[in-house]
């Protein structure tokens, strides 16, 4: 038997050295590092996560509108409000934090992150007074120069803080006489949005204080037709939509807001028929002209129901460009859309049922669908 | 449950009332027992399992096309331990709301109705409803739903909604 | 239910107090320091420490620490309590809106509103009281011949409810002239 022993041996040292020899090397060891961002894209957009089933933890999600993948996150607290600085280099998020995650001693701040790096570089010790709401642009907001960082308070009488970013500092305290939100309307002026249809612009000096403010004629009826608070930025200044579809168009680059005459998104068949609706109901493409909104059926009370087609207008001829309508795509309801900013723009939609579809905003053709991209996407920001 | 929801419901006084629910209940359960009554509901929680068991009743106070909730905003306290017009257990509620114009098809009538929060507790979760009927942008904050209204709470943590009748609309 | 208004204004008898606030309606001031009329005139009544605390911490929040109000949220309240004080329906208005709230369309002076006041019944007869008192005499400055408020008559008002329409209702009926 020994024989066979040395026999089966004999056959199997072949067998083995050829197993031996197929077998790739060992994987070399790994070395933990942390990612870092790629050169930041004009297709990149920050998700806002407003978290609606645990509002305590709300986020931002930077997303790359090119490889579809998340590319990392922000932290965003409880009703936070959020805003990109000018060159885009950092994000700010107002919010309020609980010492004991759902309760216990509050503290309001705004955090700034390095949009290089996502860490946060230091942070803002707020009064505890900001204005809780649902988000816009236009409860944080930087001076044209980011001298200045505004944050809309609301107790619920209305004010705002005027914050030094890059000193870290609290600079002051400005009342705005129930006239709500901090619209950057020109070089150290903030307008806010007053329930008479008028538009309040507070002018500041180079430290913050107020040095005179002015209220406009009415320029919307509350009771008629409300404008959405949430504005739009333009090339020199904001468009803001009417529940009706009027289009309310204001020049902030002069020495006082002017308001160009009104034009409807709807013809006088559609209106209140067809209407704008969503969480973030515009978005513009400052150097094309190009408004893009999320347009639905319905009537009164509908001015919060996403669009089911995507209305595309030139801010200049007022002219409607083209009319998307999603049904085709399987999408639900548009709630929140953002165009990037370059020549070959892409638009962002965000779904009521939390998908993000990616469109070429010149032709209105689909991309892509990022399913889930978020729990309560309801406002998309680039710089 | 039902009768004494009505009863409540229709009241035109505030959450913060003496004859609260719960107070009448607990000297109901103090007659029927003789017992010393603990801080839990013994009715309350029987209606609430068999609620549980059995789909909520359509357009009652746990869907969102109760005809209360007309500009409601959030979840609803119904779904959370309370009613549609008293708040859960633990929670307290906001002294400021934004209020609605609600028609009642059963009585024909519109009443102004008070959306006050609950807070001092994370989100309920469950059973979420946004209605925007008169709703308005929140430089009208009476009307506006977008808002927080625990913001003057000593908790501002934002947990339900509900919804108090506060009279009928004047025409 | 703590508000915290940016300035709290802190009543201490006899005393001048001064604040950092959100300033009077339209007019909106940055940063007022400065002293508020002090109350210790021979002539005049004032609040307690203890209603000017309480307004704080259940008023302020809408009618501005100084009672001046906020356009479209609340009206300012330093004309008419005066004039309501002055008469015997004028205050049972006093005790019924705190009591009961009050909501529809008001006018007071060219402002309108159309919200909701809500109810502070949940605060006893005497905190009710502290508060008028407050408001009626450090805020409105009703002259010294008008009686403080007291908690039998918020007790009064307590016994028979009625709603925020008939609080409205009531005070149409007043029809004290404004400015």
Same mark, same amino acid.
């Given at each position: 038997m020994r024989s066979a022993h040395l026999f089966c041996a004999a056959l199997s040292w072949p067998l083995l050295a050829a197993r031996v020899l197929a077998v790739p090397p060992p994987l070399p060891v790994e070395h933990l590092t942390v990612e870092r961002l790629p050169p930041r894209s004009p297709h990149w957009v920050y998700v806002y996560d407003y978290a609606f089933d645990n509002e305590t933890d709300a986020r931002v999600y930077l997303f790359d509108g090119d490889s579809y993948r998340r590319l990392g996150q922000i932290g965003a607290g409880f009703y936070a409000s959020i805003n990109l600085s000018p060159d885009g280099g950092t994000t700010a998020v107002a919010s309020t934090y609980f010492a004991r995650g759902s309760r216990g001693a509050r503290t309001d701040v705004v955090e700034f992150t390095d949009n290089s790096t996502l860490a946060v570089t230091h942070e803002i010790l707020l009064p505890a007074?900001? %204005?809780?709401?649902?988000?816009?642009?236009?409860?944080l907001a930087y001076s044209d120069d980011a001298h200045f960082l505004y944050a809309a308070y609301m107790t619920p009488a209305a004010s705002f803080g005027v914050l030094d970013p890059a000193a870290g500092t609290t600079l002051g305290e400005i009342d705005t006489a129930g006239c709500v939100e901090v619209i950057p309307s020109g070089h150290y002026r903030v307008s806010s949005l007053c329930e008479s249809g008028r538009l309040l612009t507070i002018t500041l000096d180079a430290q913050g204080h107020e040095t005179a403010r002015a209220m406009s004629e009415p320029f919307f009826d509350a009771d008629q037709d409300p404008v959405f608070a949430q504005g739009i930025p333009t090339n020199r200044g904001n468009v803001f939509l009417s529940f009706l579809g009027e289009v309310h168009d204001i020049d902030f680059s002069g020495a006082q807001p002017t308001f160009a005459a009104p034009w409807s998104l709807v013809s006088p068949a559609e209106k209140g028929h067809w209407r704008p609706g969503a969480n973030q109901v515009g978005a513009v493409h400052r150097e094309l002209g190009r408004l893009y909104v999320p347009m639905h059926e319905g009537g009164e009370g509908t001015h919060k129901d996403g669009g089911t087609e995507i209305w595309v207008y030139d801010l200049t001829s007022h002219r409607r460009l083209a009319r998307w309508p999603l049904k085709g795509y399987g999408l639900s309801r548009v709630t929140a859309v953002q165009v990037s900013q370059d020549p070959a723009p892409i638009l962002f939609a965000a779904t009521e049922t939390s998908d993000l579809a990616i469109f070429d905003a010149l032709t209105g053709r689909l991309r892509h669908i990022t399913k889930r991209v978020a729990q309560s996407p309801w406002m998309l920001l680039n710089p | 449950m039902r009768t004494i929801d009505q009863l409540f419901e229709r009241s035109?006084?505030?959450? %913060?009332?003496?004859?609260s629910r719960r107070s009448l209940l607990a000297s109901v359960g103090q007659l029927l027992t003789g017992a010393v009554l603990l801080p839990l509901l013994p009715i309350d929680r029987a209606g609430v399992a068999r609620a549980a068991q059995t789909k909520p009743r359509a357009n009652g106070p746990e869907d969102c096309q109760y005809w209360k909730y007309c500009a409601i905003d959030g979840f609803l306290c119904s779904c959370c331990g309370g009613t549609s017009s008293s708040c859960p257990p633990g929670t307290t509620p906001s002294p400021i709301s934004w209020i609605g114009t609600c028609h009642n098809a059963a009585d024909g009538r519109d009443y102004i109705v008070s959306y006050n929060d609950c807070c001092g507790k994370s989100t309920c979760g469950t059973c979420d409803c946004v209605r925007n009927e008169g709703e308005k942008p929140i430089y009208r904050p009476s009307r506006n739903n977008d808002l927080n209204w625990c913001m003057a709470n000593a908790d501002v943590n934002y947990h339900c909604t509900v919804s108090v009748i506060l009279g009928v609309a004047e025409k | 239910m703590t508000a915290t208004p940016a300035g709290r204004a802190v009543r201490r008898a006899g005393m001048p107090w001064s604040w950092c606030t959100l300033a009077a309606g339209v007019a909106g001031l940055a940063c007022l320091g400065g002293v508020l009329t002090p109350a210790a005139y021979a002539d005049e009544k004032s609040g307690s420490p203890e209603g000017a605390a309480a307004f704080q911490s259940n008023c302020a929040l809408c009618h501005g620490p100084a009672g001046a109000g906020v356009p479209a949220l609340a009206p300012a309240i330093t004309d008419y309590p005066a004039r309501y004080a002055a008469t015997s329906e004028g205050r049972r208005q006093l005790a019924m809106t705190v009591l009961y709230g009050m909501f529809g369309e008001i006018t007071v002076g060219d402002a309108h509103f159309n919200g909701q006041m809500p109810d502070l019944s949940r605060l006893d007869d005497a905190t009710l009281a502290a508060i008028l008192n407050f408001v009626v005499f450090d805020l409105a400055h009703a002259p010294a011949d008008v009686k403080p408020l007291t908690a039998a008559e918020i007790a009064a008002e307590r016994a028979h409810t009625v709603d925020g329409a008939a609080v409205r209702a009531h005070r149409k009926s007043l029809a004290i002239a404004g400015p």
């Open positions: 007074k900001r %204005a809780l709401s649902v988000s816009s642009l236009f409860n | 035109t006084r505030s959450l %913060a009332q003496r004859t | -």
